[in-house]
T-cell receptor, first 111, second 112 residues
């Protein structure tokens, strides 16, 4: 129940395309859903986050869509760029506890 | 530009040796996390502290791992004795309240 499932494991997108990464959770107590971006040799960095009281949050080219009833959330990267090539992790926690990360998605954006 | 710092960045040691990793959280943050990252297991939460008190270390092998916060500016993770299966990248992260976490650059550990 503490797991967060993430798919796909890897993703290849052409420059300018849309990258979509999906996550699913079981624990309905989770109330904070961040996405992290990690470049090789670096630590994960917070990209964008959402709470379950909204269905969508957009920051620049990055959008989180949240479906509370389905217990799913997804990251959309519009106009994907080669510089977006990285590993993306979804995560979840509840009130600053029970931190869980998804297994990660390796995104490659081809020039 | 406030950042989490970790030392050492790389560590190669032999099986059985003690390993100590250090982390300096961002000034003012009250929550510190230790994670281990491997290709097979991904990111695993080992332990976390709030206001220097350990809140959860259930992810940490108790027989050989220990985590402490001697003061608000220093967190340590020790492995004694180290084993080859401990080879991984260890990340420290800090935050206020725990939801948003700022990760350090990691310590890459190789146990031979």
């Amino acid at each position: 129940q503490q797991q967060v499932k993430q798919s796909p494991q890897s993703l290849i997108v052409q420059k300018g395309g849309i990258s979509i990464i999906n996550c699913a959770y079981e624990n309905t107590a989770f109330d904070y859903f961040p996405w992290y971006q990690q470049f090789p040799g670096k630590g994960p960095a917070l990209l964008i986050a959402i709470r379950p009281d909204v269905s969508e949050k957009k920051e620049g080219r990055f959008t989180i869509s949240f479906n509370k009833s389905a217990k799913q959330f997804s990251l959309h990267i519009m106009d994907s760029q080669p510089g977006d090539s990285a590993t993306y992790f979804c995560a979840a926690n509840n009130y600053g506890q029970n931190f869980v990360f998804g297994p990660g998605t390796r995104l490659s954006v081809l020039p | 530009d406030a950042r989490v710092t970790q030392t050492p960045r790389d560590k190669v040691t032999e099986m059985g040796q003690e390993v100590t990793m250090r982390c300096q959280p961002i000034l003012g943050h009250n929550t510190v996390f230790w994670y281990r990252q491997t290709m097979m297991q991904g990111l695993e939460l080992l332990a976390y502290f709030r206001n220097r008190a350990p809140l959860d270390d259930s992810g940490m092998p108790k027989d050989r791992f220990s985590a402490e916060m001697p003061d608000a500016t220093l967190a340590t993770l020790k492995i004694q004795p180290s084993e080859p299966r401990d080879s991984a990248v260890y990340f420290c992260a800090s935050g206020w309240g725990g939801e948003t976490q700022y990760f350090g650059p990691g310590t890459r550990l190789l146990v031979l």
